[in-house]
């Protein structure tokens, strides 16, 4: 009896493993749409706004909400305050802080990162063509992504049921 509900313990264990694999992989692209639809707001109030960046960072803030309104509402009024130094590192020290709230995966940590990099120096024109450029390296992620998801989330739900009969197996 015992080794029976162990069996099946390990069978539920390994299947959970493999379709949480499988979940991370849509929580990575979920990170990279809002990754984009940040940009895209960031450049819609830069282009049409006229706006600062303190003022576009807040203006995008208010229309996210969430975990992403809050981190940029934090860099709209870090950036807000001259004394705190270049745009960049302002906006790598909020994302440092809200990288684990906002469950950015290390794979798109670089890119997440790299937005700020992008903005706070040159003229209006400038920025917003970092931002698109910055938006074309997120929607070619995201296809990237997409394309290989079906097939990885197969393999790691199959993994995670073959590793676990395999170990039943071994255990029975």
């Not at 969430?66 to 705190?84: H, I, P, Q, T």
């Amino acid at each position: 009896m015992q080794k029976s509900v162990g069996v099946l313990l390990i069978l539920i264990s390994c299947a959970g493993m493999g379709f949480g694999q499988s979940f991370r992989l849509t929580g990575r692209l979920r990170t990279l749409e809002t990754l984009l639809r940040v940009a895209n707001l960031l450049k819609g109030e830069i282009r049409f706004g006229n706006a600062s960046l303190h003022d576009a960072f807040s203006g995008a803030a208010g229309k996210t909400g969430g975990d992403y309104g809050a981190f940029l509402k934090a860099v709209s009024e870090n950036a807000n305050d001259s004394r705190r130094g270049a745009f960049e590192k302002i906006y790598r020290e909020c994302a440092k802080n809200y990288i684990q709230k906002l469950g950015v995966e290390k794979e798109e940590e670089e890119l997440f990162y790299s937005l700020g990099s992008h903005l706070g120096h040159l003229d209006l024109e400038m920025q917003i063509k970092e931002l698109t450029l910055y938006e074309n390296e997120v929607i070619r992620c995201t296809e990237e992504l997409r394309r290989e998801m079906p097939a990885k989330k197969k393999v790691y739900e199959s993994l995670g049921i073959l590793g676990g009969i395999l170990l039943a197996i071994l255990i029975w």
